[in-house]
């Protein structure tokens, strides 16, 4: 089955400065991936998603990128601010939202 | 309106109890999905209903029964938990089909502790 593999697992970053959170996946099958972000006893929240038909995909502060080649996808957030701090995961599926794989997640924490 | 929901938000059981828990959503999603989150951990997908039928189970233990009574409700019954079955229960849902995945919106999750 899929393997997604997530760095680093903590982060802390001054505010104002960028992160970057990097997967890897293990099936060349998969062709959509999204990036959640969980604050503390609350959901995972979708903030971007890629497909395989794409490099890079850009929402305000928030980029992905992915290469299929390698199997890396990585997210980047820019100008990073207190209410970025959260746990963010990656995933990889294959299709049709079937069977999400989830990366073992980034703690991220911005520090004012 | 992206609103999956889920009840109840907080749950305690003794371990010869039954429970169940509840999610319903309104988005005309066909995909709805049951997953377990332990603490400082990712979710973990459990079970996975598609037009309203189990297509996916991911060899869960049968004290977890999943029912999927119509295409906007999907229930979890709970019977001779363990304690460390104690979790957060997520349920989401998605669009089904395609070649490509579709988003998955989760709900706000169940607090279970077995005690």
């Known amino acids: 089955g899929e393997n997604v593999e997530q760095h680093p697992s903590t982060l802390s970053v001054q505010e104002g400065d960028s992160a970057v959170i990097k997967c890897t996946y293990s099936?060349?099958?998969?062709?959509?991936f999204p990036w959640y972000k969980q604050e503390l006893g609350k959901r995972p929240q979708l903030i971007i998603d890629?497909?395989?038909?794409?490099g890079e995909k850009k929402d305000q502060r928030i980029a992905v990128t992915l290469n299929k080649t390698a199997k890396h996808f990585s997210l980047h957030i820019t100008e990073t601010q207190p209410e970025d701090s959260a746990v963010y995961f990656c995933?990889?599926?294959?299709?049709?939202?079937?069977?999400?794989?989830f990366g073992g997640g980034t703690r991220v924490l911005v520090k004012p | 309106d992206t609103e999956v929901t889920q009840t109840p938000k907080h749950l305690v059981m003794g371990m010869t109890n039954k429970k169940s828990l509840k999610c319903e959503q309104h988005?005309?999603?066909?995909?709805m999905y049951w997953y377990k989150q332990k603490a400082k951990k990712p979710p973990e997908l459990m079970f996975v209903?598609?037009?309203?039928?189990?297509?996916i189970n991911e060899s869960v233990p049968s004290r977890f029964s999943p029912e999927c009574p119509n295409s906007s409700l999907l229930n979890l019954h709970l019977h001779a938990l363990q304690p460390e079955d104690s979790a957060l229960y997520l349920c989401?849902?998605?669009?089904?089909?395609?070649?490509?995945?579709?988003?998955?919106?989760f709900g706000e999750g169940s607090w279970l502790t077995v005690v």
């Open positions: 989401a849902s998605s669009q089904a089909g395609g070649r490509s995945g579709n988003t998955i919106y």
């Open positions: 099936d060349s099958a998969s062709n959509y």
């Open positions: 890629i497909r395989s038909n794409v």
């Open positions: 995933a990889a599926s294959m299709r049709a939202g079937n069977k999400l794989t």
């Open positions: 988005m005309g999603h066909r995909a």
């Open positions: 209903y598609s037009y309203e039928k189990l297509s």
